[in-house]
Structures are given as C-alpha cells and as structure tokens.
C-alpha cells in the first residue's frame, strides 16, 4: 500500500516521464500524508497524473526513488518478479554457467533501486544503500532463498552512502546461515577466494570478469604489473593466458595474501606472482628510476572522485599513474587502464590517458574500451548506472 504522495512542482516532471528513477528534493513541490522512510509513495504531477510508485527518503537529496513507472502494490509478490526477472536475464547470457560468483541485482538498472546482490557459490550478499532497500530488505531475503538454492542471505551495508538516507551501517545475516569468512568461486577456469565478511564492497570485484579474461587473451609470455590488485584478479587471468610473471601492488596486505591463495588455488609455481604491499603511487615512481619495464600494466585504482568538486583533483590522479604506467611499458606493451568513478565521463578519461602518453614520450593507439560486466547492465534511462570504463591501450 502507498502511504502518501509526492507531488511534483510544474515543469519537473519531465525526467520521470523519460523513465528516470530518481525524484529530487527541488523537484517536490508537495507532500501528502505523512509516509515514513521507505515506504511507498505515489508520484504524481502538478496536474495529479500518476507517474509511478516509489519509497521515501526524506534526509536524502534523492527524496523518491521510484520502484515502478505503472500503478502497481509494491509487496512481496512485486519483488518476486523483479528478482525472476533479473535472474532470467543472466542466465540468458549464461553467466550462471560458468561463473559461480556473478551479480544478480543491479540496482536501479534491474528496476530495484539501492539493492545490489552478488553471488558467490551457495551465499548471496546484499547491500541495501537505501531507504526503500532497507525497508523491504527482509522480503527481499526471503524471496531471494525462495528462489535461489543458497544457504543463506549476509548483509554488507557496510557503505557510507546510507549516511546520506539517514541509514547506519549494518552487517549481518538476514537470511539463512553464516557464510564462511572465505569463499570460493571460479570464473571460467579461474579460481578465486573471496573475504565475503570484510572484503572490499561484496568482496570481489564482478565488474572486471569481462576485462580480465581480456588480459588473458593477450597474456603469452607476457611480464604483467598488477597496480592496486586487490586479490590479484587481473594477475591470475593473465598467468592462465600462459604471462611468464605477474607482480602484484596493494596496500592491503589481506588482500595480497587471498591473491597467494588465489595462485596456489590455481596450481601455479610460488615464483610465477610476486606480492608486495605498499603505496602504488610511490611504488612505481621508483620502479620508474630503476628503469624497470613490463609487458603489461593494469591500472585499477579505487574511486578517486566521490563528488564533482572532487573531479580536478581526481583528473590529476589519473594523470599520475597512466603517465608512470606507460614510462614502465616496454615498447609495444599494453597499458590496461581503469576508471570506476561514476562521475569521471569516458570521454575526459580518454583525454587524461591520451595527455599522460604524450607526456610520457609515447603515441600511444587504442586497442580496446573497456566497461563493466554484462551482469551489471545499465538501463538506458539511468546513465548514472554506467560507471566503469577503461582503455587497452599499445605503447
């Protein structure tokens, strides 16, 4: 059942007709009833047309984000085929098949906004990063178990975003038993371990599967530097493409220590990866001075811009690390190069690489561009759900 309306000022309405999900607050011109946080409300114009149903975020600058554009009973039976039909679409493209750790629930971009659900073997992981996701996160447990044969449903809303909806962090099992602190998965023929309790985001990167086994194509007898490797992902595709080495540069020493695990999981010789801990940006400034060079180098830094007055700053980030990367490519070597903030757009981080290759004394060609896994689909009408982008570029 609704529980209020949301009525929009003259004029603003335009977005949710083109199927946007958001509402933000200087588009509300009214409110009706008094709905409590995260239940659902009607959105309607100046004129009272209904525009869609969505949940209550009243502390959030996003005050509705709509569940559904038609007049529908947000309840159980609702997210049953919601999450059918997210499922459906990833088993059309085979994913489940050959990947054991895959995401189900893209967000808005699966038409449930905030509820992101990742699988990793016989556990699901959720984050529920807003108010309607947090208000109904129980269903969505309970229908997810209904649906899927997991041994349990364990919460990760352990993200600052929740800060701005007025949501504290929260871990836990929802549904279900306890996963193991690790899990593991496989990836095509790759083997991976997962810290599913205190890994980054849901504990591994899905994102990347697609860009990984990229690499793994170009590989052969190849030397690769791994930056910001997190668990050695990109390292142990790229030694299944038959790479000679793969080094591996994170500040994180738990994450090193999975990416070993990774590699013994996987049957490869001790000598194969290295692993070191450490600050990427003044790691490879010296590997710089030392006129150490590589067959490869993949880029994959975390998100350098969380806001738009963030963005300079970030550019000069980029900037930084693409110039250091290709000063420590051989000639012909291949530069695979990332960005995940949402807020950088393709075409400026095409600039800042092209900029850092001239600067490096190199003219650079693009091979490849690079986005995220197909399981993290973007919805046409929410271009927010597009975030990761990269470049396979040849020195």
């Known amino acids: 059942m609704v529980n209020g309306q949301v009525i929009l000022k003259h ?15 200087g588009a509300v011109d009214k409110v009706k009833g008094k709905p409590l946080s ?5 959105v309607r114009t100046a004129s009272g047309d209904l525009l869609g149903i969505g949940a209550w975020s009243p502390a959030s600058q996003i005050q509705v984000r709509l569940w559904s554009f038609t007049d529908v009973t947000i309840d159980r039976d609702f997210f049953v085929q919601r999450i059918q039909q997210a499922l459906a679409y990833r088993q059309a493209l085979g994913i489940p098949q050959h990947s054991s750790g895959y995401r189900l629930i893209n967000a808005e971009s699966d038409g449930l906004p905030g509820v992101v659900v990742d699988v990793f073997g016989d556990w699901l992981i959720l984050q529920a990063l807003t108010t309607g996701a947090d208000y109904w996160k129980h269903t969505i447990a309970e229908v997810l178990l209904s649906l899927i044969p997991a041994q349990g449903v364990y ?7 929740r800060k701005k909806e007025g949501l504290t962090t929260t871990v836990g099992v929802l549904k279900g038993t306890t996963p193991p602190p690790f899990i593991d998965i496989h990836e095509h023929q790759r083997h991976y371990r997962v810290d599913v309790i205190k890994g980054h985001k849901t504990g591994f990167y899905l994102d990347q599967r697609d860009n990984r086994s990229l690499l793994q194509h170009y590989a052969q007898d190849k030397t690769v530097l791994n930056c910001f490797s997190y668990t050695g992902g990109f390292s142990i595709a790229a030694l299944h493409g038959g790479a000679s080495h793969a080094t591996n540069i994170d500040a994180s020493q738990p994450a090193l220590d999975l990416a070993a695990d990774a590699a013994i999981l996987n049957g ?18 010296e590997y710089r001075n030392e006129g150490r060079q590589f067959d490869v180098v993949v ?5 350098f811009a969380e806001s738009r007055n963030q963005l300079e700053k970030a ?3 980029y900037k930084d690390i693409n110039l250091l990367g290709f000063k420590l490519l051989r000639p012909g070597g291949l530069l695979f190069t990332f960005s995940c903030s949402g807020l950088m757009e393709s075409a ?12 490096a004394g190199c003219d650079a060609r693009i091979l490849h561009k690079l986005d ?24």
């Open 11 to 25: 004029g603003r309405d335009k977005n949710v007709r083109a199927h946007h999900p958001w509402v933000f607050s």
């Open 38 to 42: 995260g239940e659902s409300v009607e």
């Open 155 to 161: 919460e990760r809303s352990d993200v600052e975003v």
């Open 268 to 285: 490869f010789a001790a000598d194969r990866m290295e692993n070191i801990g450490g600050d990427v940006f003044k790691l490879l400034r």
């Open 299 to 303: 880029l994959d830094p975390p998100k």
């Open 315 to 317: 550019a000069r980030g």
């Open 348 to 359: 400026l981080f095409q600039k800042i690489v092209a900029d850092a290759a001239v600067d």
């Open 372 to 395: 995220q896994a197909t399981d993290h689909p973007t919805r046409l009408a929410f271009p927010e759900g597009y975030y990761l982008k990269g470049l396979v570029c040849q020195k």
